[in-house]
């Protein structure tokens, strides 16, 4: 059985920092695409970052966000710098087999974490 789980969402000042975690069981994250999404209250799940071999990123985290996977932990980290308040969302990890943005293409998804941004 697949299990994902996100932590470290919260509340951070605008230019502050965040670091989320998304721990695997039941499938070696390695041999997937991870990816982040995020979705804020009436709009719809936006895909945010994923890694496989390479890293890939939406334009409006690109330079300010960071994914990253330990194989060791079997955990994919998303590091989030300079945070604005466009950013609130419940973010969510999820894996698939295709390196993609579209989120109805992957395969299992964690509850998510809410992120929190103050202007």
């Known amino acids: 059985q697949v299990q994902l789980g996100e932590s470290g969402g919260g509340l951070v000042q605008a230019g502050g920092s965040l670091r989320l975690s998304c721990a695997a069981s039941?499938?070696?994250?390695?041999?997937?695409?991870t990816a982040w999404f995020r979705q804020a209250p009436g709009k719809e799940r936006e895909f945010v970052a994923s890694?496989?071999?390479?890293?890939v990123y939406a334009d409006s985290v690109k330079g300010r966000f960071t994914i990253s996977r330990d194989n060791v932990k079997n955990t994919v980290f998303l590091q989030m710098n300079s945070l604005k308040p466009e950013d609130t969302a419940v973010y969510y990890c999820s894996i698939g087999s295709r390196d993609t943005m579209a989120w109805d293409q992957y395969n299992y998804w964690g509850q998510g974490t809410q992120v929190t941004v103050s202007s």
């Open positions: 039941g499938r070696t994250l390695s041999y997937y695409v």
């Open positions: 890694i496989r071999g390479s890293a």
